[in-house]
């Protein structure tokens, strides 16, 4: 089992930056892959961004490329998420993902962001 908190959410200026944090507990040594995904109202879930847990690749959605950033702390078995230039098409719940054999979720932190 893995089990992963997410926090650093809140509401922001459109231009403005926030910086997600997901820490996992648990099976760590068993995850391969860490990521993110969001979730606006009304909207499916959609990929953002993922960071492979031994080489440290990473992937970005194209709607994102260029202003967030995944990186991660192994030995904090931590994933970030820093956000820039934030836009009003970014306001959603935005949920960490641990894969292993399975998938697991965090519960979701909102990030909402003002015009």
């Known amino acids: 089992q893995v089990q992963l908190v997410e926090s650093g959410g809140g509401l922001v200026q459109a231009g403005g930056s926030l910086r997600l944090s997901c820490a996992a507990s648990?099976?760590?040594?068993?995850?391969?892959?860490m990521g993110w995904f969001r979730q606006a109202p009304g909207k499916e879930r959609e990929f953002v961004a993922r960071?492979?847990?031994?080489?440290?690749?990473?992937y970005y959605a194209d709607s994102v490329k260029g202003r967030f950033t995944i990186s991660r702390d192994n030995a904090k078995n931590t994933v970030l998420l820093q956000m820039n230039s934030l836009t009003h098409a970014s306001t959603a719940v935005y949920y960490c993902?641990?894969?292993?054999?399975?998938?697991?979720w965090g519960q979701g932190t909102q990030v909402a962001v003002s015009t």
């Open positions: 648990g099976r760590t040594f068993s995850i391969y892959t």
């Open positions: 993902l641990a894969q292993t054999t399975r998938d697991y």
């Open positions: 960071i492979s847990s031994s080489s440290g690749s990473t």
